[in-house]
T-cell receptor
Framework: DQQVKQNSPSLSVQEGRISILNCDYTNSMFDYFLWYKKYPAEGPTFLISISSIKDKNEDGRFTVFLNKSAKHLSLHIVPSQPGDSAVYFCAANSGGSNYKLTFGKGTLLTVNP | NAGVTQTPKFRVLKTGQSMTLLCAQDMNHEYMYWYRQDPGMGLRLIHYSVGEGTTAKGEVPDGYNVSRLKKQNFLLGLESAAPSQTSVYFC????????????FGPGTRLTVT
């Protein structure tokens, strides 16, 4: 039972264009969502997050959108750069005193020069 | 400030051998986690700890044991390694003062032959 789903295993975009990574969830108790970025042979690093009380959070080139009714979130990277090429994981938390994260399987983003 | 460190970085074991993976964090975080990452499976939680002296099972705990005798250290043990435990293991830490972000170590690549 996969509660956080990233249905696209990979995505390829041209440098300078927009990258859109998608994530769906099934657990309606999730109310905090995070994106992590992972380079090969390194640990995941936190990228950006959003609380369920918001529908958008922006940090530089990275914007996360949350659609609670659709149980869907997306990460937009504008403009995409070759250094953005990595695996991106979506993660969710149900808040309160629960400090566990549930991760999706990841999407490999390749940004072509 | 080293963040989260893991020892060793690589290890090859024969089936039936035992080993301990060490995770250390210098951020005074309350929470610590062990994950495994397998191709196409994302990050799966093995065990976690919400404080010194306390541990709990995650999603895939079988075949592993953990201990947290000191706040800064979280040990993952394999008593009798099996080929199915070939994986990349990541340790992470998080703080009660944070917004559910977890900070990851660089990983340990374990091969069981």
């Amino acid at each position: 039972d996969q509660q956080v789903k990233q249905n696209s295993p990979s995505l390829s975009v041209q440098e300078g264009r927009i990258s859109i990574l998608n994530c769906d969830y099934t657990n309606s108790m999730f109310d905090y969502f995070l994106w992590y970025k992972k380079y090969p042979a390194e640990g995941p690093t936190f990228l950006i997050s959003i609380s369920s009380i918001k529908d958008k959070n922006e940090d530089g080139r990275f914007t996360v959108f949350l659609n609670k009714s659709a149980k869907h979130l997306s990460l937009h990277i504008v403009p995409s750069q070759p250094g953005d090429s990595a695996v991106y994981f979506c993660a969710a938390n149900s808040g309160g005193s629960n400090y566990k994260l549930t991760f999706g399987k990841g999407t490999l983003l390749t940004v072509n020069p | 400030n080293a963040g989260v460190t893991q020892t060793p970085k690589f290890r090859v074991l024969k089936t039936g051998q035992s080993m301990t993976l060490l995770c250390a964090q210098d951020m005074n975080h309350e929470y610590m986690y062990w994950y495994r990452q397998d191709p196409g499976m994302g990050l799966r939680l093995i065990h976690y700890s919400v404080g010194e002296g306390t541990t709990a099972k995650g999603e895939v705990p079988d075949g592993y044991n953990v201990s947290r005798l000191k706040k800064q250290n979280f040990l993952l043990g394999l008593e009798s390694a099996a080929p199915s435990q070939t994986s990349v293991y990541f340790c992470a830490s998080g703080t009660i003062a944070g917004a559910y972000e977890q900070y990851f170590g660089p990983g340990t690549r374990l091969t069981v032959t």
